[in-house]
DNA sequence: GTTAGCATGTAAGGAGTTACATGATTTT
DNA sequence: AAAATCATGTAACTCCTTACATGCTAAC
């Protein structure tokens, strides 16, 4: 089971999937890409791939190209790497539908099939709805409310997952669309 | 200066002025305020009361009312605990403006003074404008983008952070418009 | 030739979670 | 009387950041 900390083992073998890429610049990449607010550390990088590579999930590029260059570690995918890859793309339990997790996973959803797409997006959508009914019965509940601040933030915080709601149901009316679904439609899990 | 950990303090502070409280339901009403995927675990909870009993922020309630609740322990803030209620809600640098700190910030707003108010405000605003124009100057230079996923999640984000400007301006506006101003209008910090 | 930026790492520590441990009280 | 929930705590562990340490290369 892909735990918490896996996101960065995923977004790293995603990333070098494109090609060969040593630490700094994967950090750059990676600093983009779920870059709303998160900045990742060399701290937390370069240790991260050293275990790669010890569990043989990455391997050194032998820099044999340029012999001019400087002494940096050029890393690429093995052949367990890119299982390991598909294993994790392939899960579609709750620590795919966590905010970092699944902004990760989407980012390479161009690499998954499109049932495992519905099944992350559906995922997510439905704990959303959740969260939402959860926090309007509360707000119901405690009505009590003076402040017009925290009130005001509640509010926000409704719309903005209301809004992500509403993407994410679009995307799944695209990918159904998209191709015209298998015989056996899959509408619910 | 507030560090990040300062978070659970703010909160506790804030939410035991509306009265005394005893841990469990601390708990239960720092989720809600909080609540938008994170919540808090006691493990770190009680740790961060006894720290506060500790280091005078808080004190004990005598249970005088009634003797027949089991033990439980009810905390109340102290003379220390407003003083660091207030000096930590009037800190404007950047640790204001961080997503979980903004938000607890936020919704004691109503206890600091519109200057302050404002001042956090705007300073987010500044952050997240910055973190937009980086991104898009990032998107423009790297468009070699054949991802479509990627491409979409960058768009959802940039159109939320955008959404989210929109939200701060209005609430500065709102911020001016409810007093004329003083005389001296702080436009630019 | 010295500053700025590329590039890789390690050590210490912060902040919080999970899992464990315990017991009282209310509900069924 | 058992089960659920209220209530408080501790220990171990995880993930990550900060700060430190090092040295190469490019620009000025």
Redesign the interface.
């Known amino acids: 089971m892909a735990r918490r900390g896996d996101t960065i083992e995923l977004a790293v073998l995603g990333l070098l999937h494109e090609g060969p890429m040593h630490g700094y610049e994967l950090r750059k990449r990676l600093n983009?890409?779920l870059?709303?607010?998160r900045v990742l550390s060399y701290g937390s990088l370069y240790p991260a791939l050293k275990k790669m590579l010890r569990t043989g999930l990455l391997s050194e590029v032998t820099t044999t190209t340029a012999v001019t260059r400087r002494p940096r570690i050029v890393y690429e995918v093995t052949e367990a790497g890119h299982a390991e890859f598909e294993r994790l793309m392939s899960e579609v339990g709750p620590s795919a539908w966590?905010?970092d997790n699944f902004?990760i996973r989407?980012?390479?959803?161009?690499r998954t099939d499109m049932e495992i797409r519905l099944r992350v997006l559906e995922g997510r959508r439905t704990r959303l709805q959740e969260?939402l009914t959860r926090?309007q019965a509360?707000l119901e509940r405690?009505q009590e409310e003076v402040?017009?601040?925290?009130a005001?933030?509640q509010r926000?915080?409704v719309e903005?997952?209301e809004?992500?709601v509403r993407?994410l149901s679009d995307?799944i009316q695209a990918e159904r669309g998209e191709r015209p679904a298998s015989p056996e439609a899959p509408a619910q899990s």
């Open positions: 983009l890409m870059g709303w607010g966590e905010d902004d989407f980012a390479f959803f161009g969260r926090v509360e405690t402040n017009r601040y925290a005001e933030l926000h915080g903005s997952v809004r992500e993407w995307l």
